[in-house]
């Protein structure tokens, strides 16, 4: 794609970005992971078994909460490298790159 060529392709942003693409991974599987767990527990619930499937809940969105937390912490981070990295907020343009202006976009809303 546009972005990648001006980077210099996906090893050059991975150089940038560095763990927090693992990080992000992790955080979005590990959400996903813990929400099939919770819908688990009420699908396979037998019930002649001692498992209550009301008890797993919380032990399964306090999982998936905390890696959707260092999923967004990642996001964060690899925000803050890229920006690092580049010297602040530009813009892309289609005649090239330009520097963003102090208010923020300035479009046909006002």
Known sequence: TRAMSYVGGIAAMTNIV?????????????????????????????????????????????????????????????NTQVRKHYGGAREITGNGITEMSARGFQGSFG
């Open 18 to 78: 560095g763990g927090s693409v693992f990080m992000l991974i992790v955080g979005t599987f590990g959400c996903g992971i813990g929400m099939g767990v919770c819908c688990a527990f009420f699908v396979f619930d037998k019930d002649n078994d001692d498992i209550d499937p009301m008890h797993g809940i919380a032990l399964s969105y306090g999982v998936a909460s905390m890696c959707q937390f260092m999923a967004g912490a990642a996001t964060l981070r690899a």
